[in-house]
């Protein structure tokens, strides 16, 4: 899929896998128009130890299915936020590391 000239996707699809989530955030690492990219699923095949070592750990943890990850953007000081939970892959764009207590 060409994602190149989208800012906003939102999408839902049948199933998910640990290889789609690297693709996505290598890509949307690279992208100037990219603000947001929310995918929908029914079903995963991610696996968090093989998802972890595609993208590295998480920046938290908040349970068995409820990650959160930070990228430095390549084209600019931002940084890709990657929160994946039950039913729902999320990339957003932030200004910063987000601290959570």
């Known amino acids: 899929m ?7 996707i939102t999408m839902e699809v049948e199933t998910i896998s640990s290889k789609d989530v690297l693709y996505l955030k290598d890509h949307l690492l690279l992208l100037t128009t990219f603000q947001s990219f929310i995918i929908d699923f029914k079903n995963t095949t991610i696996d968090y130890e093989t998802l972890h070592g595609l993208i590295g750990p ?3 943890i908040f349970s068995d299915d ?3 990850w930070f990228s430095q953007m390549e084209v600019n000081h931002q940084f890709l936020e990657v929160s994946l939970n039950r039913r729902c892959l999320d990339f957003d764009l932030s200004s910063y590391i987000r601290q959570y207590r």
Do not use: L, Q, V
């Open 2 to 8: 060409n994602i190149t000239y989208f800012s906003k």
């Open 58 to 60: 998480p920046h938290r």
């Open 66 to 68: 409820d990650r959160i």
